[in-house]
């Protein structure tokens, strides 16, 4: 159980092109979906917090109309990349935490989707 | 802000050996901490989570120590294999609503055989 899946593993695309990243919890439901982005050789840093049903909650220095989310049902979340430029080329991780049925403190993780933006 | 220092940043060693990674950080009020492993290009596998209540985690031929009141904790890796070799993150957990781990850098291993 708990498993966390994200759609695709790896997308190559153009400058100024837009790419959704998905992220589904495929055993359980998940109230709350994070979003992390790690560069090479640095560690994972929280992008924005997603709320089923609600506006997502950006850190600091993450522009929000670029990196669109979409938390449209318990069991997905969606990141857009709009306009992409080769600075977003990184590795996007994204985590779930359970509603109920398993423990609620904690956060499942995805395997990642590698962007590379030419 | 909390944050989360990890050293060595890299460490290679032969097979066999027993070793001991360490993780700091500085604000001491957390919920828990988690020690992942990440192999190249791969999302994370959790191997241990202690609670702040709990000293230490064992599984198989790991053990996860915390000492919260200094800020530390350490995996240890009994009689490594090349099969350990991947990068080992440690995540804190600031608060019981389950917000977002806050991450350190990683220690890459390496295991020759």
């Known amino acids: 159980g708990a498993v966390v899946s994200q759609h695709p593993s790896w997308v190559i695309c153009k400058s100024g092109t837009s790419v959704k990243i998905e992220c589904r919890s495929l055993?359980?439901?998940?109230?709350?979906m994070f979003w992390y982005r790690q560069f090479p050789k640095q560690s994972l840093m929280l992008m924005a917090t997603?709320?089923?049903?609600?506006?997502?909650?950006?850190e600091q220095g993450v522009e929000k109309d670029k990196f669109l989310i979409n938390h449209a049902s318990l069991t997905l979340s969606t990141l857009t990349v709009t306009s992409a430029h080769p600075e977003d080329s990184s590795f996007y991780i994204c985590?779930?935490?359970?509603?109920?049925?398993?423990?609620?403190?904690?956060?499942?993780f995805g395997p990642g989707t590698r962007l590379t933006v030419l | 802000k909390q944050e989360v220092t990890q050293i060595p940043a890299a460490l290679s060693v032969p097979e066999g050996e027993n070793l001991v990674l360490n993780c700091s950080f500085t604000?001491?009020?957390?919920?828990?901490l988690q020690w992942f492993r990440q192999d190249p290009g791969k999302g994370l596998t959790s191997l241990l989570l202690i609670q702040s209540s709990q000293r230490e985690q064992t599984s198989g031929r790991l053990n996860a120590s915390l000492d919260k009141s200094s800020g530390r904790s350490t995996l240890y890796i009994a009689a490594s294999q090349p099969g350990d070799s991947a990068t080992y993150l440690c995540a804190v957990g600031p608060n019981q609503a389950g917000t977002a781990l806050i991450f350190g850098k990683g220690t890459t291993l390496s295991v020759s055989s």
């Open positions: 997603s709320n089923e049903g609600s506006k997502a909650t950006y």
């Open positions: 985590s779930a935490r359970p509603s109920g049925g398993l423990r609620t403190d904690t956060q499942y």
């Open positions: 604000d001491s009020a957390i919920y828990n």
């Open positions: 055993d359980f439901q998940a109230t709350t």
